[in-house]
Structure formats: structure tokens, C-alpha cells
């Protein structure tokens, strides 16, 4: 009788496994991004809710119901596991948009529903715990505010345009030709509930501006919806504040303040440029070491779902968040139901306001949606699979993001294991190894002045690597004395300024089942005795790596 039904749970086991398979694969749409055909739908349906009265995202007026980004709602998650599960049919897929509801009185932020796609029918509002709304002045900042803040600061410059030209020697911020100037805007955007206020940064729009700041700097108030009402509340300027753009030039005429002058600009200096500089004693000219596919790839791709070496995986690049990977199985089992990227924020120090009142939180600066264009060779091997992606946010249409994933199976150059069984005599009684290929889920995100690259490392041996390193450039600011105390100097007016990088994810792990992961590591040892389940967890466990890079 044992014995009988020993042999019952291999069989169902064995049927399990390719059923388990042809489930996640099943279910793996769930998770998808939203398509064109899906964007568009949702655009024209919302649009034609008349009591929204929506209008372009992209018209230069603040005063507007718009649609500041859309992406997709996923399904609850004990809805989706009766999909992967039990193989039942998939929910309607639906979509998440964020509107700006600023031509009302008292502007709010409100979230939607909206389904079932692709041709929605219906929306509703979707609400938070605790049920406060999101202050209209925490929104983030969208292309039609830049183009108000870059009429004001227009006027701003012309007013001060003498005291930048004497300053930068010859740089100006409107009629300028080769030497020009642009500016950084720094977050938080106030100090307290309700505030809209922002310190911005002029630099010279060089190569690599970011680390070209001029030394003067300026507290917008962008509160009001009416672009006429803005004002300028503080301005720095060599180490000085002033209460106005008119203080400062009345001073700087008159004497009263020290006038600063930078080093003449030397257009062949290669200090910001992306341009190779120095020598170098290997051969620049003769290829490096390559991968190479001799037969092919050995993953599976269809759609967003993924299959290599015993993995199984759906991806979505999340417009606000970025990367993230769902019902994540080993040997068909699941190990996670969702890893996900969910923010990235970075908090500075500094002597500048500007520096010092820095903390992104760069979700709210598109991250998700700064996927660029990935080059081959450099950012991904020649040998990878690259994928188009497309974002809604800050737009009217959806946007190709053309290769801007990519996928790929590398050698890590190092053994999964290896031994020499010695035989103490000079010679050896056998020798063991295993080569170690991973596969390699990467996306960038460019926010702004830094590069991140994200990866999912999928290892042969049941290990999944989650990683983050940092390029691009610094968010650099004026240097001045006292500066050092928060930074390092790292050209002649330029502040390197210390920041702490803190990167989040969502971890939702699923060993051995999705309720008893909650009760922790030993009660699922005890649970259930397969050892590549509890193998593969303590192994995520000790392994999983969160880099912060420090730049
Ligand atoms: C704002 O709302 C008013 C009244 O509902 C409407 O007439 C106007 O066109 C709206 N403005 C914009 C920019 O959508
Ligand atoms: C925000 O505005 C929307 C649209 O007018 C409205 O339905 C919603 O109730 C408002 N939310 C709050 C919390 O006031
Ligand atoms: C730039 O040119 C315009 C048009 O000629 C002029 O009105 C404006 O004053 C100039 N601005 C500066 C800063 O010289
Ligand atoms: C699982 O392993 C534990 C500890 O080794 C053992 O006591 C238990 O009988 C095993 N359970 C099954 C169902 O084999």
C-alpha cells in the first residue's frame, strides 16, 4: 500500500512538472507591461470620460486634468496563483493611471483603474490606506513646468546676464550661441506639506554639465498653477545669499559683494567629456576577449516569460519603478513570487543649498521609464537578445524604448565547483569541475546626471544574483571652502559631494508554499523535506547580493 502510493506521487509528480512548466507559461502574460494597442485604449477611453475633462499632457498650461503616467495593475496575488497554480484562465488585464487633476478647485492627485484592456469599459478611483489624498504639490515634475521654469529663469538670467557673463566669461542663459548655460533642479521641492519650491543650479551646457556648475543659484517658488505668480525667494551667489536677483546685481555693481571669476573656459579640456584620454600599454586597436554562442542560445524566450537551466521567469520593466521578475520557479517549484525594483534614492550633503537640500527619490524621476537604448557590446555582449520596451508617462502616445533590454548567457571565467582529489604522491586519483554560465536579465536607467545598470544573475546551481552599479556622473556642486567637510574637490570650482545610495526591492519569497513562507526559515525546513527547495532558499539566503555603490 506504501509502496503504491510512493509510486502514485512520482507519477503525479512527473505530470506535475510539465503541467507546472506549461502553467507559468500560461500565466506569465499576467505580468506583462501594457502594449501600444493597450496604451492607446486607455488614453482614448479616459479621455472620453466627460466629467474628467482631460486635456494634453504636454500643453504648456499647469491648470489641466492630464494623465501623467500609465502602466499595468497587476492582479492580486491569490488571483494570479489560481492562474499558475491551477492553470485557470487569466484575469482581464487592467491598467494603473496616475491623473493630474490640477483644473479643479483644490488640485489632487487621483489613481485609476482602468479595465478590462485592450478595450476598457470602466474605471475607478483606487485608494490608499489611511485614505489621505496625494498632495497636488508632491507631484513630480513634468516637460510643460520645465518650460514655465525655463521662461522664469530666462528672466532671471537676463536680469543677472552682465554679472553671469563677467562670471563664466561669456556664458549666458538665453541668445548665447557656443557658450551657453542650463541648469539642474534639485529635490525635495520644499521643507514641509504643501511647499513647491526649488532650488536650481546654473551650469555651462558643456559635455558632462552636471559637473559644471557656475556658482550661482536660485530658490524658485513654483507653487501656483499660474506661471505669472511664481517668484524668486533666495539667490546664491559666491557663498552669499540675497533676497532677490535685484539685490544681488545692485551689490555686485556697487561692490558690495566679491565678484567671482572662473578660469577662462578651455574648450579642449577633456575634464567632462566622454572623450578616452591618457595612455595605455595594451593595444587599444585589437579586440578584448568575447562571448561567444557556438551553437546558439541555450535560453528560452517567449515574451516576457523566460526559461534557462531549470529557471523559469516573468519580467516586466515597470514605467515608474523599473525591472522586476515575478512567479520566479527552479525546477518548476516557485522560489519567489515577485523580486522587484521598486526605488532608488540617494541623499546628499553639501554648503551650496542646493547641495545640501538634495535627496532624489528617483521613481519620481521617471526612473522606470528612463530605459535608454542599450549599446551592443558595450552595455550588453554582441551575443544578447535585445528588446524594445514602451513607457506612457509625461506623454500624450506611448514611446519606443528600441533595445532597451537585454538577455544573455555569459561564463563567469570561474568554476561552479571544482576538485583535485590529490593522490599525495605527485600524481591524482580523479578530477572534478563544473564550468559556471549564468543568464543575465539587465535594463539601464538614466536619471538625469546617473547610469544605473540593473541585473538579474540566474546561476545553474539554484542561486539568483540581484545587483545594481552606478555610472554616469556625479551630482556635483560649487566648490567652496567649507565644502570639504562634505565632499572632495574634483576640479577647480567643482565639489564632489558625499551621498548615500539606498536601492529598494520587493521580495516576496514562495519556498515550499506561499503561507508558510511567512512563518520563516525553520518551521519550512521542518515542513517539507525536498532538498532543493531548502537548498535553493538558504542559498538566496546567504547569496542574494544588495550592492550600494558609493560614487
Ligand atoms: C478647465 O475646466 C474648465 C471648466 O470645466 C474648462 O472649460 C476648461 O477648458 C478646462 N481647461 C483645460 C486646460 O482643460
Ligand atoms: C480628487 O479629485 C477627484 C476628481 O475631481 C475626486 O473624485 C476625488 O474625490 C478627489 N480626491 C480627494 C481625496 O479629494
Ligand atoms: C535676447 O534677445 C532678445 C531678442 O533680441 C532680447 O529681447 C533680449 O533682451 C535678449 N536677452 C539678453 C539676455 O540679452
Ligand atoms: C522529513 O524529515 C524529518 C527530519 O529529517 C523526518 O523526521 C520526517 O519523518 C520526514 N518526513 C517525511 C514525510 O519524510
Not at 35 to 61: F, N, W
Not at 112 to 130: D, E, M, R
Not at 354 to 372: C, E, H, L, P
Request: hydrophobic share 35%; with cysteine.
Amino acid at each position: 500500500m506504501r509502496l503504491l502510493c510512493l509510486l502514485h506521487m512520482v507519477c503525479l509528480a512527473g505530470v506535475g512538472g510539465s503541467r507546472a512548466r506549461d502553467w507559468a507559461h500560461h500565466g506569465a502574460p499576467m505580468f506583462a507591461d501594457l502594449t501600444v494597442r493597450e496604451m492607446k485604449a486607455v488614453r482614448a477611453y479616459l479621455h472620453a470620460v466627460p466629467e474628467l475633462q482631460l486635456a494634453d499632457a504636454r500643453s504648456k498650461t499647469l491648470m489641466k486634468n492630464s494623465i501623467l503616467l500609465m502602466e499595468l495593475h497587476l492582479p492580486r496575488k491569490h488571483e494570479a496563483l489560481r492562474v499558475l497554480d491551477r492553470g485557470q484562465a487569466r484575469p482581464p488585464r487592467q491598467a494603473r493611471v496616475v491623473v493630474l487633476m490640477g483644473n479643479q478647485t483644490g488640485p489632487n492627485i487621483t489613481e485609476y483603474i482602468v479595465g478590462p484592456l485592450p478595450a476598457p469599459n470602466s474605471h475607478q478611483v483606487k485608494t490608499f490606506k489611511g485614505g489621505r489624498p496625494v498632495r497636488f504639490e508632491s507631484r513630480p515634475i513634468t516637460s510643460s513646468e520645465y518650460e514655465h521654469i525655463t521662461d522664469i529663469l530666462k528672466k532671471i538670467t537676463t536680469t543677472a546676464h552682465q554679472l553671469l557673463l563677467e562670471t563664466t566669461g561669456g556664458f549666458s542663459f538665453s541668445n548665447c550661441s557656443d557658450r551657453c548655460l542650463t541648469f539642474s533642479d534639485i529635490a525635495p521641492r520644499g521643507l514641509g506639506p504643501g511647499e513647491r519650491r526649488t532650488w536650481v543650479m546654473l551650469q555651462k551646457f558643456v559635455e558632462g554639465y552636471f559637473i559644471h556648475p557656475v556658482g550661482f543659484e536660485v530658490l524658485i517658488n513654483h507653487r501656483d498653477l499660474d506661471p505669472d505668480k511664481w517668484t524668486v525667494e533666495k539667490v546664491w551667489y559666491n557663498s552669499r545669499y540675497f533676497d532677490s536677483v535685484e539685490e544681488l546685481v545692485e551689490q555686485y555693481e556697487s561692490g558690495g559683494v566679491e565678484k567671482l571669476q572662473l578660469p577662462d573656459h578651455d574648450v579642449n579640456d577633456l575634464y567632462s567629456t566622454y572623450i578616452p584620454r591618457g595612455q595605455s600599454s595594451t593595444p587599444t586597436d585589437v579586440h578584448g576577449p568575447k562571448l561567444v554562442e557556438p551553437q546558439g542560445h541555450r535560453y528560452f524566450i517567449d515574451h516576457n516569460f523566460v526559461e534557462y537551466a531549470g529557471w523559469s521567469f516573468a519580467y516586466r520593466v515597470r514605467s515608474s519603478a523599473g525591472l522586476q521578475v515575478f512567479d520566479l520557479r527552479f525546477k518548476g517549484e516557485r522560489i519567489a513570487y515577485e523580486i522587484s525594483l521598486q526605488e532608488a534614492i540617494a541623499f546628499y550633503s553639501g554648503d551650496t543649498p542646493a547641495a545640501m537640500q538634495t535627496k532624489y527619490i528617483d521613481a519620481g524621476w521617471a526612473m522606470g521609464s528612463s530605459t535608454y537604448e542599450l549599446a551592443s557590446g558595450i552595455d550588453c555582449p554582441e551575443i544578447s537578445t535585445f528588446v524594445d520596451l514602451h513607457h506612457y508617462s509625461d506623454t500624450d502616445k506611448p514611446v519606443l524604448h528600441r533595445n532597451a533590454l537585454c538577455i544573455f548567457e555569459m561564463t563567469t571565467a570561474m568554476p561552479l565547483r571544482r576538485h583535485f582529489n590529490s593522490n599525495f604522491k605527485g600524481g591524482y586519483n580523479f578530477y572534478g569541475g563544473l564550468d559556471n554560465t549564468v543568464l543575465v536579465l539587465r535594463t539601464t536607467a538614466t536619471v538625469y546626471n546617473y547610469d544605473y545598470i540593473w541585473d538579474f544573475l540566474f546561476y545553474q546551481n539554484g542561486v539568483v544574483e540581484v545587483k545594481v552599479s552606478a555610472t554616469g556622473y556625479i551630482h556635483a556642486t560649487f566648490f567652496t571652502p567649507n565644502g570639504l567637510h562634505y565632499g572632495t574637490r574634483v576640479h577647480h570650482h567643482v565639489l564632489g559631494n558625499l551621498h548615500t545610495h539606498l536601492i529598494h526591492y520587493k521580495v516576496d519569497l514562495d519556498v515550499a508554499g506561499e503561507h508558510r513562507a511567512a512563518f520563516g526559515f525553520k518551521r519550512l525546513c521542518e515542513g517539507r523535506n525536498s532538498s532543493v527547495i531548502v537548498c535553493t532558499r538558504q542559498r538566496m539566503k546567504d547569496q542574494r547580493k544588495f550592492q550600494s555603490i558609493f560614487l
